[in-house]
């Protein structure tokens, strides 16, 4: 839950240094991400954010015990070229 909730924070606040550097984020996100290739995809969509976009969470908890379900999206009121 504590890994969870901080990426949580970080997306919301726009700060992707720390979801990039998540290794330094200790124990919590060494078991939340024992391999990358599911949390790495993430970063894509945060890095794609534009500065006007709209920080949504879509779905939150925690499944199993074990497995965020944390999803998110960006909304833009206006149409990108």
Known sequence: MQFNEAVRGFLSRNAHGPLVDYHL???PAAL???TPEHYLPML???G???VDD???VT???IDLASVS???FAYRTTEARS
Request: net charge neutral; aromatic share 10%.
């Open 48 to 50: 794609a954010r534009r």
């Open 54 to 56: 709209t920080f949504s």
């Open 69 to 71: 379900m944390l999803s």
């Open 32 to 34: 939340s991400v024992p």
């Open 59 to 61: 779905t939150d908890g």
């Open 25 to 27: 984020l200790g124990e």
């Open 44 to 46: 894509y969509i945060a």
